[in-house]
């Protein structure tokens, strides 16, 4: 959830004209990442949890991608993505060695 509050405030400060555009793709993205990690942990299977942290796993991927991009067109300040990366880093290497802890039973 941290992930998704941190998008939130890097994004406030986009230029008003990317409000419908990477802006709203990026907190899509953002939000995503713990919704899918909810929502997989209600199924009945571990196959099925695992599906839902890949599509998690998925989404901070995309997220990681938009913000460079982000970062490239100026909207996000280099030190403040370079935080925010480390992170996601982070949260993409736990996800995933739960993700193979789910998966092995």
Same mark, same amino acid.
């Given at each position: 959830?941290? $992930? ?32 899918? $990690? ?29 913000? $460079? ?37």
């Amino acid at each position: 959830m941290k $992930i998704a509050e941190e998008t939130y405030q890097l994004s406030a400060q986009f230029p008003k004209e990317e409000k419908f555009g990477l802006k709203s793709q990026i907190q899509r993205a953002a939000v995503s990442i713990p919704s899918n $990690i909810a929502e997989g942990s209600s199924r009945n299977s571990n196959k099925e949890f695992a599906h839902f942290l890949s599509i998690s796993l998925g989404s901070s991927y995309e997220l990681e991608t938009q913000m $460079i991009l982000s970062t490239e067109f100026g909207f996000i300040q280099e030190k403040d993505f370079e935080t925010f990366e480390s992170n996601l880093i982070k949260l993409q290497k736990r996800n995933m060695s739960f993700k193979i802890k789910i998966e092995k039973g």
